[in-house]
């Protein structure tokens, strides 16, 4: 009994300085950022640790002034209006589509589920040009439309995937118990079902969130403007204008600014995301 009890505290020793040693490696880069955020321009490439000797408190102040007059406050605020509208319509789009597939049975049904699960695996770069050209017809480049408008026609096929799962997994008992109190289609859909995937839709919040927040490549090619810019292209304008000397100490100060609403989202949500996406997976 003693031996097999120091063999199963030896495997978990070991299991433990496993799982601590990779949270050291992960988690390493973020904090020589934080550090270097801190450090004196010169010294930031010649630094390898997480100890700064001659601190430097002024790289938030400077570097939230921006380039050319145009603070990180127009970077911040244009990425709110851009990332909001975006998370919300998908929310909404998404759940109607998904509970349309997942609740009703209507021709055509199989083929347009097959056809929306086929995006899945279609390259987003195929598609870019055709939007460009689509966007540009509209006249919407230069602007958030591109964003937004197909947020509002359930365009991501994984969030609907995901909430149709879900739905699956919900027992049609209490759509039929619903229906026989008298309740609408339209009331068992938003005050029955709607409510018990809100883990789900938490899920799609925080990955649309993170991902329209941190996108590069798409605003690049959709908004030309610098005034419009949000914090990922407001970043890279930092370093591209920031003339012969890049304050690298500012750009990793405004980058670590830039981490702080993602995180607050996923924090404050974490416990809904894990089990949205746990149990999205329950029912094949």
């Not at 007059?69 to 990425?79: A, C, D, Q, R, S």
């Not at 319509?89 to 609740?103: E, K």
């Not at 329209?212 to 610098?226: A, E, H, M, T």
Request: include cysteine; hydrophobic fraction near 55%; proline fraction near 5%.
């Amino acid at each position: 009994m003693r031996l097999s009890r120091l063999r199963i505290l030896i495997g978990r020793g070991i299991m433990y300085f496993l799982l601590i040693l990779l949270a050291v490696v992960m988690i390493y880069p973020l904090m020589w950022m934080i550090a270097a955020s801190f450090r004196p321009n010169v010294e930031i490439f010649t630094e390898v640790g997480l100890i700064v000797r001659n601190p430097v408190l002024t790289s938030y102040v400077e570097g939230w002034r921006g380039v050319g007059g145009i603070t990180y406050t127009t970077f911040f605020v244009n990425t709110i209006v851009m990332v909001v509208p975006t998370v919300v319509l998908t929310m909404i789009s998404s759940y109607f589509t998904a509970y349309g597939f997942a609740r009703y049975n209507f021709k055509g049904k199989m083929i347009f589920f097959s056809l929306m699960i086929g995006s899945l695996l279609l390259p987003q770069e195929v598609l870019i040009v055709p939007r460009y050209l689509m966007f540009h017809s509209f006249g919407w480049l230069n602007t958030y439309l591109p964003f937004i408008v197909p947020a509002a026609f359930a365009t991501h096929a994984f969030f609907v995937f995901l909430l149709f799962q879900f739905i699956r997994g919900i027992p049609r008992e209490l759509d039929q118990s619903a229906k026989i109190d008298g309740a609408s289609s339209f009331r068992v859909c938003t005050n029955i079902i709607l409510p018990l995937c809100k883990p789900a839709l938490f899920s799609v919040t925080i990955f649309q969130f993170v991902w329209r927040w941190n996108d590069f490549f798409q605003p690049l090619l959709f908004i030309n403007s610098v005034r419009r810019f949000p914090l990922s292209l407001g970043l890279r304008s930092t370093i591209d204008m920031g003339g012969a000397v890049i304050h690298w100490n500012q750009v990793l100060a405004m980058g670590i600014v830039a981490m702080v609403p993602p995180t607050l989202v996923y924090i404050v949500a974490q416990r809904y995301f894990v089990e949205g996406v746990t149990m999205s997976g329950i029912k094949g």
